[in-house]
């Protein structure tokens, strides 16, 4: 079975501060994908990244970061000099091979980050 | 804007009633995926369809239901609502079985009364 957990329920910070947004993932597959969507509060979900198993390389986008390590099943996002506008539930979701019953994402139960003026 | 749209943005009816909510996929997309988001239970996959047929089932209610359209175009059919059902609903539609990507529509917010 797959399972996503985002310990991490809320994080308060402030402006300018970095935070980090923590995922841990199980899963019997070899091969799968891990993804971040961001939950605004208009509600939409935003797709932000997405990262095969089998490329450990770690990525960065202007203020975000991600850091995927297979030997922890880990794969944490932080955010660099917050800004309000980073205000958001992000979620954290897994998602199987090609080929299999798995291809819909599971979704871990999100971590609402608020970022204060 | 995903490219994905859904109808109605809110819908607000009684128990025991009976609601169709709609998906229109991005051009081109031929899955579409439906996920309920609650309180209770976070959010959760529905089911998925490819190209007019059923290929994945989640965590779907029985009296829940839904299919694709030969344009592609989805529906999710509840029925005897409860007010458990309560939940913003959303489509996510992808190209095909070996693309990743799944982009959310802006959701129906369904409120069971």
């Not at chain 1, 509060?41 to 997405?50: A, N, Q, T, Y």
Request: with cysteine; aromatic share 12%; net charge negative.
């Amino acid at each position: 079975a797959q399972k996503v957990t985002q310990a991490q329920t809320e994080i308060s910070v402030v402006e300018k501060e970095d935070v980090t947004l923590d995922c841990v993932y199980e899963t019997r597959d070899t091969t799968y994908y891990l993804f971040w969507y961001k939950q605004p509060p208009s509600g939409e979900l935003v797709f932000l990244i997405r990262r095969n198993s089998f490329d450990e390389q770690n990525e960065i986008s202007g203020r975000y970061s991600w850091n995927f390590q297979k030997s922890t099943s880990s794969f944490n996002f932080t955010i660099t000099a917050s800004q309000v506008v980073d205000s958001a539930v992000y979620f954290c979701a897994l998602m199987g091979p090609m080929d299999t019953g798995r291809r819909a994402l599971t979704f871990g139960s999100g971590t609402r980050l608020q970022v204060q003026p | 804007d995903s490219g994905v749209t859904q109808t109605p943005k809110h819908l607000i009816t009684a128990t025991g009633q009976r609601v169709t909510l709609r998906c229109s996929p991005r051009s081109g997309d031929l899955s579409v995926y439906w996920y309920q988001q609650s309180l209770d239970q976070g959010l959760q996959f529905l089911i998925q369809y490819y190209n007019g047929e059923e290929r994945a089932k989640g965590n779907i209610l029985e009296r829940f239901s839904a299919q694709q359209f030969p344009d592609l175009h989805s529906e999710l059919n509840l029925s005897s609502l409860e007010l458990g059902d309560s939940a913003l609903y959303f489509c996510a539609s992808s190209m095909g079985q070996e693309y990743n990507e799944q982009f959310f529509g802006p959701g129906t917010r369904l409120t069971v009364l």
